[in-house]
């Protein structure tokens, strides 16, 4: 599998090529776009599912169908790029990540939730593989880290407000204008669309999600990110449920995604000069330390720090992982990079809010995210490896 550099040499820095392009920008519209209305309802949605009489189990089904849709569209999606191209898939991905939403506006029953986030789940994965794909084709090799910390401010600032205002929203103003606004956002993005490059070349041999599967320099940092995600979606599903103060949680839920867009960028500008395989282990440390901290459910200072200390290694994790699975593929294997990365991400992330439903109804939020983090611990021996990886780049 061909290998490419993403290191720069500080002396070679004023002969870097322009990171910020018309093409990127405009992508940058259909990504802001669908971060909003995937991130607005992404707390809300498990919420309104409980108030509205589906049970204890309610919040977990709602995640874990949004995240199975997910990724079952995620693993469809490069074949749909190749047949048909970025725009009209992206296009389609943005439709029903939006429109869906404005069913929850007119019934709250369990089947209607179900459905809703399955297909909204198709949708978001759809928009997220094409329009992955299509960025990391835009931005130079040179400067990948950078320029996916670029694109984790752009996501990453619906994530900061979306988290917190969808539950604030829903509960103070009412859900319906929560179902509008996630509808709307990604609903209006899609003018952006055709204006986009459709297709890009691609260098290299093919990498299809075959031989991305039987890679282990793709698998292991895919791996160690999906430790990470599954405490992700178990924090943003149910830290409203096991925190009895709503004003913690909705300041846990802005701080979390805060440090991890700032993270990001911070990993993204290390990884571009010295390399991205150093900060995984860190990464993954610090995110079962944040979890480590949620367990003490009844102190506020505890919850804020374990969501801060939980993002920031999220954030490093997240553009580290991305950035060394780039560098392992040619040109040509960057839709499967994306694939196998959102798969990691939202499997992991359906899995987790699954299973910590289950076990929180027998243990208890407290011991419920202690064993989150002793599960992630599995991750430490792909994260060692890569540690010291020649290959990360």
Excluded at 86 to 91: S, W
Excluded at 124 to 150: C, D, Q, W
Excluded at 298 to 322: E, K, W
């Amino acid at each position: 599998m061909t290998t490419t550099s993403n290191s720069t040499s500080p002396e070679a820095g004023s002969d870097r090529p322009p990171l910020v392009t018309r093409a990127l920008l405009l992508r940058f519209v259909s990504l802001f776009g669908s971060s909003v209305g995937f991130n607005l309802l992404l707390s809300a949605v498990p919420l309104y599912a409980q108030e509205s009489g589906g049970g204890e189990h309610a919040a977990g089904l709602a995640t874990g169908a949004l995240m199975l849709a997910t990724v079952v569209g995620e693993l469809a999606t490069p074949a749909l790029t190749a047949r048909y191209g970025y725009r009209p898939v992206l296009a389609a991905g943005l439709v029903l990540l939006g429109a869906p939403a404005l069913v929850l506006a007119a019934t709250g029953s369990m089947a209607a939730v179900v459905a809703v986030c399955l297909l909204r789940g198709i949708g978001f994965a759809i928009a997220l593989v094409a329009g992955g794909a299509l960025t990391a084709s835009l931005i130079p090799a040179e400067r990948r880290g950078e320029g996916l910390a670029l694109v984790g401010v752009v996501s990453g600032v619906p994530s900061v407000c979306g988290l917190p205002l969808g539950v604030w929203l829903g509960q103070h103003v009412g859900w319906g204008w929560v179902f509008a606004i996630g509808a709307v956002a990604p609903l209006a993005a899609v003018a952006s669309v055709p204006a986009l490059p459709d297709r890009t070349a691609a260098a290299g041999p093919a990498v299809g999600l075959r031989e991305g599967l039987r890679s282990a320099a793709l698998l292991r940092p895919a791996t160690v990110f999906g430790a990470t995600a599954l405490a992700a979606g178990v924090i943003v599903t149910f830290l409203p449920l096991a925190v009895p103060s709503g004003g913690t949680v909705a300041v846990a839920l802005l701080v979390q995604p805060g440090a991890a867009t700032l993270a990001r960028w911070v990993a993204g500008r290390h990884g571009d000069r010295r390399g991205s395989a150093g900060l995984v282990l860190p990464a993954l440390l610090a995110s079962g330390a944040g979890v480590l901290l949620l367990t003490w459910t009844d102190s506020a200072v505890a919850v804020v720090a374990g969501a801060a200390v939980f993002g920031v290694g999220f954030g490093i994790a997240q553009n580290a992982t991305l950035a060394l699975m780039y560098t392992r593929v040619p040109a040509s294997g960057y839709g499967t990079v994306t694939a196998l990365w959102n798969v990691a991400y939202d499997g992991a992330m359906g899995v987790g809010a699954v299973a910590f439903g289950a076990v929180a109804g027998r243990t208890g939020y407290p011991w419920a995210f202690a064993l989150t983090a002793a599960v992630m611990l599995a991750a430490l021996a792909p994260a060692r490896w890569d540690r010291g990886s020649a290959a990360a780049g």
